[in-house]
């Protein structure tokens, strides 16, 4: 691909990803995007022939950001403490980015079912917890944590970093917010997931 070519589509999909993010991804329109990147409607579907293949791109490229930063965080060689922290705050960073992913995926499993998972485990670059979880076994066997299960650990940490995007629309409306004071609940929810995470493994003195 060319400079130039390279230049327009990061155009778009930065584009995709403001507007995506601000009205999410049914409420938002490809025209709408084209004006936000500064080229022409036939432009855009000359390089995304629909709403759904520019949403994929969008989605491919803050997936391959997170795998490759949180499995530097699975490798790091720091205390499960911190490593718990730094997680949470990278994948809050990613939703925050782009609210729309978790309410995307859930769509393809869906839709996709067995077909998009195959996806995500034959990429190049996917999340690999393992190291993670081999962790958090060996801080339960030295007696640092709480006796919990890593693999309930590691899906309660995800759920509660994912459920409140995947909810967003119901509980602003439940709740009466507005969307920026919905997004900054999520930022400050960050320090509240690891407090929480954190004291719920805690060895009580």
């Not at 997936?63 to 990278?90: M, Y």
């Not at 917010?177 to 493994?201: C, G, Q, S």
């Amino acid at each position: 691909m060319e400079v130039a070519e390279q230049n327009t589509e990061s155009k778009i999909l930065e584009a995709a990803r403001q507007v995506f993010t601000q009205k999410g991804f049914a409420a938002a329109r490809m025209q709408e995007i084209a004006d936000v990147a500064g080229i022409n409607k036939g432009l855009l579907h000359y390089y995304f022939r629909n709403k759904n293949k520019l949403f994929k791109a969008v989605f491919d490229e803050a997936f391959e950001r997170f795998a490759l930063k949180v499995n530097d965080i699975f490798a790091a060689d720091i205390p499960l403490f911190e490593k718990i922290e730094a997680f949470v705050d990278q994948y809050m960073d990613i939703m925050l980015e782009n609210p729309s992913l978790p309410a995307f995926v859930i769509n393809e499993l869906n839709q996709k079912g067995d077909e998009f998972v195959k996806g995500i485990m034959n990429r190049k670059h996917r999340p690999n917890p393992l190291l993670l979880i081999g962790q958090i076994q060996m801080e339960v066997e030295a007696g640092r944590i709480r006796p919990v299960n890593p693999l309930h650990l590691v899906l309660n940490m995800l759920s509660m970093c994912a459920f409140p995007f995947i909810a967003r629309p119901m509980f602003q409306g439940l709740v009466q917010v507005d969307d920026a004071t919905y997004l900054k609940l999520m930022e400050n929810r960050k320090r509240e997931v690891t407090d929480f995470i954190l004291n719920a493994i805690r060895v009580k003195q």
